[in-house]
């Protein structure tokens, strides 16, 4: 490879590089929700990566297994009957560590659903991308992208 070449190609990966570290940490890590690690356990996630770098939140191969495990999550917020956009935005991130109120008005607006409003399984992919862009700041997943995280959960 001459030296031209071989320039490009490292400027090019320093490029790429730079832009990735530039992106939301729920981005880079495929998880777009920002689970946190559960201190208590060591069980994994289905798609979780296997080398560990970030110790605070959970890393997936893909954003599709961050998107499933956030949907499980959901889920058994269901079962102990957290079921209202309001109560959920209030247990995913709870007034300790966010602006709660401001979280569940952005979601709200974003869906079109009012804080009691019950959610449903049909909601999962407004009230998700809603959720992505206020942890994130962006949400960059495609409808379908979104869609197939839903039903792998």
Do not use: C
Not at 79 to 106: C, F, K, Q
Not at 126 to 144: C, F, R, T, V, W
């Amino acid at each position: 490879m001459n030296r031209a070449v071989w320039l490009l190609v490292a400027v090019g990966g320093l490029w790429m590089m730079n832009k990735y570290l530039n992106l939301p940490r729920g981005i880079r890590n495929n998880n777009p929700l920002n689970i946190r690690e559960n201190e208590t356990s060591n069980d994994q996630w289905e798609g979780e990566r296997v080398l560990d770098t970030d110790p605070d939140f959970e890393e997936f191969i893909s954003p599709v297994y961050g998107i499933r495990a956030a949907v499980r999550v959901l889920k058994s917020y269901r079962r102990r009957g957290v079921v209202t956009l309001g109560d959920i935005i209030t247990t995913w991130a709870p007034m300790t560590e966010n602006d709660t109120a401001s979280y569940i008005e952005s979601v709200a607006q974003q869906t079109g659903l009012k804080p009691w409003a019950t959610v449903t399984d049909i909601h999962y992919p407004a009230l998700l991308k809603a959720m992505i862009k206020h942890e994130n700041g962006i949400q960059p997943y495609s409808d379908e992208l979104i869609k197939t995280g839903v039903s792998m959960a």
